[in-house]
Each structure stands twice: as C-alpha cells, then as structure tokens.
C-alpha cells in the first residue's frame, strides 16, 4: 500500500481482556517496528522485526506483550490481560530494511483500558 | 545511542525560517542524525538525517556542526502545518535504526 496502516485506529477494552493490534507495512519493506507513546512523552521503543524474526524485542515491558510477523509482511502486537497503564497509542513503522534512511510511521492505534 | 538535548518549545513567524537547535555532545563516529517531526494526532514523519556533512532535501537542511556535537535543523519557510513536536535523534546505523526519541521540541508556527 502507499503507507503504514493501523487497525483498528481506536480500541477500548477492559482490564483483564486480551487485544491484538494489526500493522500493515508498505509493501516490500523487510523491517517493521513497533513503538509506544504515552500522552505528552516521545514513542518508546518496544521490538523490531527483520523478515520473519523478531531482531531486537528489548523494549516490550513484560511477558504479557508479544508481536508476531509470521511471513514477514504484517505484524500483529498481542497485550494479554490488560491494564489500565497499557492505554497509549501503539505506533507502527516500517524501512525497506533496518539501517537504512528514515522509516516511514503508521498513525497508530489508540488503545484504551478501562 | 548519544542523548540529545532540545530545546522544550519554541515560536516561529509564518514565512520565515525556523531555526531547531540539537547537542549531541556524546555523539560516536558511527552515530547519524536524524530528524523526525509528529503533528498532532499523527505518527512520527522523517525529515532528513546526515552523517557529517550538511544535507538539505525538500523539507529542510540539516547543518551539523564539525565537530559533531551539535545540529541545526532549518525549515527555510515555515507554515502553519509546520506546527509540531521535532525530534532530533542520534543513531547507530548497525544498531538496527531503533529511534530513542526525547521529549522534542514544541515548534507553534504563528501567522
């Protein structure tokens, strides 16, 4: 596609449920990236995926937040047992490949826990 | 990755240029930087980067100091949809091009 979509763009759950997040990259682009952004604060880096695998999933804050990107075009961020501190936007991008020039960011989905 | 420091906000006049100051005193060699921007609402958008020398593309210039602990990010003439937070990011390349963003700078373009 011509760029980076998101769905859904606004999602509002229960604390307690599981959600998956959906990140579509633009078409040939090997690398992938998931960031977080909490109101008022910069994104915040949580993995990124080059191909199929997972190259640097350093930033995710615990075991109950996974991505997946099973045949290295889109990715799906899964938060199991949500809470309240998880409500952010959740930010996509994706580079032809990593290391090379800027990358290009989704418009993110707005993930609300209540 | 060096830590950038910016300034918190700034105002600029609709049609004249906005000057973004960035140190990076703790840049290494092997570090770019690179420029973001994030309108309201939006994701981040790539403005430019550059190494060492001073690069310019259709958005903005970038003039990096020489001994590399510092930038300037030059929006030759602002509008209004320039308002928005600029990061200003160092990068190791080899690193995977994994942003560690700051808390920007608040730019208001005002007419």
């Known amino acids: 596609g011509a760029g980076v979509s998101q769905t859904p763009s606004n999602k509002v759950t229960e604390k307690g449920k599981y959600v998956e997040l959906r990140c579509d990259p633009i078409?040939?682009?090997?690398?992938l990236y998931w960031y977080r952004q909490s109101l008022g604060q910069g994104p915040e880096f949580l993995i990124y995926f080059q191909g199929t695998g997972a190259a640097d999933d350093s930033g995710l804050p615990n075991d109950r937040f996974f991505a997946v990107r099973p045949e290295g075009s889109v990715s799906t961020l899964k938060i199991q047992r949500t809470e309240r501190g998880d409500s952010a936007v959740y930010l996509c991008a994706s580079s032809l490949t990593a290391g090379v020039g800027g990358y290009t960011f989704g418009s993110g989905t707005r993930l609300t826990v209540v | 990755d060096a830590k950038t420091t910016q300034p918190t906000s700034m105002d600029c006049a609709e049609g004249r240029a906005a000057n973004l100051p960035c140190n990076h005193s703790t840049i290494s060699g092997n570090e770019y930087v690179y420029w973001y921007r994030q309108i309201h609402s939006q994701g981040p958008q790539y403005i430019i980067h550059g190494l060492k020398n001073n690069e310019t593309n259709e958005m903005a210039s970038l003039i990096i100091t020489e001994d590399r602990k510092s930038s300037t990010l030059i929006l030759p003439h602002a509008t209004l949809r320039d308002t928005a937070v600029y990061y200003c990011i160092a990068i190791d390349k080899a690193a995977g091009n994994k942003l560690t963003f700051g808390g920007g700078t608040r730019v208001l373009v005002k007419p």
């Open positions: 078409s040939g682009h090997t690398a």
